[in-house]
């Protein structure tokens, strides 16, 4: 059994198994906070409970994911919140960098489901406490055929390169784009790169 945390709340509210009998949890901090109140937050540990990665995602006020879901490519999903009832989805590669996020006014979200084509479906509440609410996505963050343009139909793997260090989106206007994951780490006394086999960054002094 192992914790982790600070002296304020540190919550998870999901998680999900990993192929490698690792974990991923998501939820939220209070006590690290690079962003706002709270930072969504994302824990990675291995079989034996150890932790691998954490990332924080958020703005200047509290951000939450309250559920959690492993894709096809092997990257996360989150439904959750962000500040003024904002529903938030943020979709991450399997190292949890953020690859879009896609954020619905009037509603939160607390369910995730992800579909075999990498689209999600995600359920909640309108911010009015009154009504329930179910969203469809496409593997793109769109909610319908008009905003998907010429990504309707494709799938994770339609957009895949094959290059484990570059994340895999599609832009309804101009199509599959692959861009380099961003390995920088602020230091100007590091080497940071990539490692093709893992896909994961390298920081060395």
């Given at each position: 059994?192992?914790?982790?945390?600070?002296?304020?709340?540190?919550?998870?509210?999901?998680?999900?198994?990993?192929?490698?009998?690792?974990?991923?949890?998501?939820?939220?901090?209070?006590?690290?906070?690079?962003?706002?109140?709270?930072?969504?937050?994302?824990?990675?540990?291995?079989?034996?409970?150890?932790?691998?990665?954490?990332?924080?995602?958020?703005?200047?006020?509290?951000?939450?994911?309250?559920g959690l879901a492993l894709l096809p490519d092997g990257g996360f999903a989150?439904?959750?919140?962000?500040?003024?009832?904002?529903?938030?989805?943020?979709?991450?590669d399997p190292f949890g960098n953020k690859v879009w996020e896609v954020q619905r006014a009037g509603a939160g979200f607390a369910g995730i489901l992800a579909l075999?084509?990498?689209?999600?479906?995600?359920a909640g509440e309108k911010s009015s406490g009154l009504d329930a609410w179910m969203l469809r996505l496409d593997p793109w963050g769109h909610a319908a055929c008009d905003d998907a343009g010429i990504c309707a139909g494709e799938t994770l793997a339609s957009c895949d390169d094959g290059d484990a260090c570059s994340?895999?989106?599609?832009?309804?206007?101009?199509?599959?784009?692959?861009?380099?994951?961003?390995?920088?780490?602020?230091?100007?006394?590091?080497?940071?790169?990539?490692?093709?086999?893992t896909g994961e960054c390298v920081f060395e002094p």
């Open positions: 059994r192992n914790s982790w945390g600070g002296s304020d709340d540190d919550i998870f509210y999901g998680v999900v198994a990993l192929p490698d009998g690792g974990f991923l949890a998501a939820g939220y901090s209070r006590s690290e906070t690079p962003f706002g109140q709270d930072d969504l937050w994302l824990v990675r540990v291995d079989a034996a409970g150890e932790k691998l990665w954490e990332q924080f995602h958020g703005t200047s006020g509290r951000d939450e994911a309250r989150t439904a959750g919140f962000s500040p003024l009832g904002t529903g938030w989805v943020l979709r991450t075999p084509d990498g689209g999600l479906v995600v994340t895999d989106t599609c832009d309804p206007v101009t199509g599959c784009v692959n861009e380099p994951i961003d390995c920088d780490d602020a230091d100007l006394c590091t080497n940071d790169s990539c490692d093709p086999a």
